[in-house]
């Protein structure tokens, strides 16, 4: 392989595991958001159905990004959460990890809520600005499927930020503070200038050994995914059945496969490099 070749593959395989990253932490956190949303605006059917599409389409670009690694017969980069936009957005402004949110403590107090509001709206936005930016690179545009998987995220965009902005509108709250905006800045270009270089670099980054979307223990550090996955498995479990809306990736042309983690583990071993 030549080094432009290497160079490419390489770049968008830490691409792609930063994105499934996100994008399923995106989806699990906003069945959180879901019940705080429900629990605070039990009249808003509207504002609770658009929040309901957020999360649907986060779990279809989730399924996207992972038939991507299927079709190549690899699993994505175990990335941790300081990959995670929103992870550390949470941190930054609430002062602890998204598991530790208390929903109902943020259901009951307005400040709390429209905070809330505000994370995921400005994370939308840099989301949004992102994918513009990246269906310019040409290394993606040389993978019709990556550029495929980013034209229909850069089309659901819109619909990640606009019910945020329109609710907090419609309660005449402000839609951003400026030190929410020097944090998603700060955010933004760490992931861009330190954590991707960082990622490419490490020629010895593990791999995913399960889905995510099958052992909510995928991601946690060595040694404690057997006893997270087993807290969280029913859980996903019921997430799923929520879901049940794979289709939108289907018709974008995502047609799932049989293949499953496990298959694609024991078919190439222990995937760690
Ligand atoms: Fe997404
Ligand atoms: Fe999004």
Known sequence: ????????????????????????????????????????????????????????DEYKHYLMFKRWFERQGRMPLKVDRTCGHI?????????????????RTIAADGAQFEKLCRVILLTEQRGMRQVEIL????HIRSDPVMTRIFRIVEKDEPDHWLPYHGWLTRQGRVTAKWRERWTDFWIHKSLMLAKLPAVFLNARSPRLERWPDEDAGAYAPAGQSNSRSNQLRSDLASSADRAGDGDGAKGAGFARRPVTASATTTRLGRTGR
């Open 1 to 56: 392989m030549s080094p432009h070749a290497a160079f490419r593959a390489r770049f968008l395989e830490v691409l792609a595991s930063i994105y499934i990253y996100n994008e399923h932490r995106g989806y699990t956190s906003l069945d959180r958001v879901l019940e705080a949303v429900r629990a605070r605006c039990p009249g808003e059917a509207g504002f609770i159905a658009a929040v309901e599409k957020h999360r649907a």
């Open 87 to 103: 992870d550390r957005f949470i941190e930054g402004v609430f002062g602890c990890t998204i598991d530790e949110l208390d929903t």
């Open 135 to 138: 269906l310019r690179n040409p």
